[in-house]
């Protein structure tokens, strides 16, 4: 039997304890030794997927011929940089990856204002200085440049249209913020790296009186008269500006250009009823299936049954809890390979108790049947086990490279279910088990074990 049976125990309560800490918690608030005044905190609020709480899910594709070679850093860069724009418009929990060689999926739950998101995850964000002479271009105007955009020479870019002169792109920008003017309007304030101020100071100082224009992906955002030469590397882009667009605007050029051009080729809104719904019947699902399991598992094994039951809970509880500190954002399909590593937790304590009842019937005492089921059980749950942690393990490789979401989810949830399951049958049934036979050595084995 099991010697150090109390330190076990402990350990067992001390999991439960945290665990129900961080179950029943949205944040978690843990003393600072090194700032009594400021306690760090985690939020650890259950994080749900596209399919749950509704949302945009959208496939991008890189906007280049066939036969264009795109590199696979180019693709992780445009990746990042989309991330990064989302982010700072205040859009949470977005997942974004590459899919393939040429795709990037991007699933944005809960978002409300899609079109917002879709408009700029997409452009390039190329900003242009344009040389216009004095020609001035109404703002929308769509122009051509000598600066070649991804994809092409400047010599295609300039085939067959008039073409302005690029004086600088946003890549000299090492600063941009939004601000507003004595009347209230709202301006892109910038600041330019050291080289990228030498060239603007000298070319406004040669072109005084004449046209700067600036253009966003070849669209004219505004085309100001200069007025005197511009030293130091700072300005401001004026123009009909509202809030958001001038958010939208600064975000574009603080996260950079893309260093590919982007096509939306699928995008699929799914509605916050919808996902409620499938929430509901998932839970409703995993409930109805614990009961089964629990009343099977108390009617066919008795005794060790129960302490399987509450085995199975502990091992829920902990799941659940993991799931929110890591966190994991839950899906449909996550929430399978969950229901699915707690068959595997079923399935390990079958096992043993098989096991036992092999040993009672063979005239063992309970104390040795127990031991000889556990050792003669180890290692057909390790080999299980294994199994499926090394098929989650190709599942995660395929869902990452691919860009397959749900596959990525369930093969996560199954692989922390079943480690977690692991845990639980060999060490939590055990010990409890263990506890429960130390005050209580029932003589009628057939009653009490199903023998």
């Excluded at 843990?30 to 994080?47: G, K, S, W, Y």
């Amino acid at each position: 039997m099991i010697r150090n049976l109390w330190p076990r125990l402990g350990l067992i309560l001390l999991i439960t304890a945290l665990s129900l800490w961080i179950s029943l918690s949205n944040t978690l608030t843990i003393p600072n030794p090194f700032n009594p005044l400021a306690p760090l905190q985690r939020d650890v609020t259950p994080r749900l997927g596209l399919d749950l709480q509704g949302g945009l899910q959208v496939l991008l594709e890189a906007d280049l011929p066939e036969n264009a070679e795109i590199s696979v850093a180019d693709m992780e860069v445009a990746r990042s940089i989309m991330e990064n724009r989302t982010n700072a418009l205040g859009v949470s929990e977005n997942l974004l990856q590459v899919a393939g060689e040429r795709r990037i999926v991007g699933e944005f739950p809960g978002l409300q204002d899609a079109e917002s998101v879709l408009a700029n995850i997409q452009q390039t964000g190329l900003l242009e200085f344009v040389d216009t002479g004095s020609v001035f271009l109404q703002p929308g105007t769509i122009i051509k440049t000598d600066f070649a955009e991804a994809g092409e020479t400047a010599a295609e870019a300039a085939e067959g249209e008039v073409v302005y002169r690029t004086i600088m792109t946003g890549r000299d920008l090492t600063n941009v913020q939004v601000v507003t003017d004595s009347l209230g309007s709202y301006q892109i304030a910038f600041t330019l790296s050291p080289e990228g101020a030498i060239i603007f100071g000298n070319h406004t100082a040669a072109n005084v009186g004449q046209i700067l224009t600036i253009a966003l992906d070849k669209e004219v955002i505004s085309s100001p008269r200069i007025d005197s030469a511009i030293y130091g590397g700072e300005g401001v882009i004026t123009g009909q500006f509202t809030a958001e667009e001038a958010n939208a605007f600064a975000v574009q050029l603080r996260y950079g250009s893309l260093p590919i051009p982007l096509k939306i080729v699928e995008t699929r809104i799914i509605g916050p009823t919808l996902g409620e719904d499938s929430l509901n019947k998932s839970l409703v699902a995993g409930l109805v299936g614990m009961i089964i399991v629990m009343l099977f598992m108390g009617i066919y094994y008795r005794l060790p049954g129960f302490v399987a039951i509450v085995s199975i809970l502990f091992y829920a509880l902990v799941a659940f809890a993991l799931f929110k500190f890591i966190p994991v954002t839950l899906t449909l399909a996550g929430i399978a390979g969950f229901l699915l590593s707690t068959g595997s937790a079923l399935d390990a304590n079958i096992l043993i108790f098989e096991r036992i009842k092999e040993e009672l019937r063979n005239g063992k005492t309970i104390i040795q049947a127990i031991d000889l089921g556990w050792i003669r059980a180890r290692s057909s749950i390790l080999d299980s086990n294994i199994a499926t942690l090394i098929t989650s393990g190709i599942l995660w490789w395929f869902g990452s490279t691919f860009g397959a979401t749900i596959v990525k989810g369930f093969s996560l949830t199954l692989a922390l279910g079943v480690g977690i399951s692991l845990f639980t049958a060999i060490f939590v049934t055990r010990s409890l088990l263990a506890l429960v036979l130390k005050y209580f050595q029932p003589e009628d084995l057939e009653t009490w074990f199903g023998i």
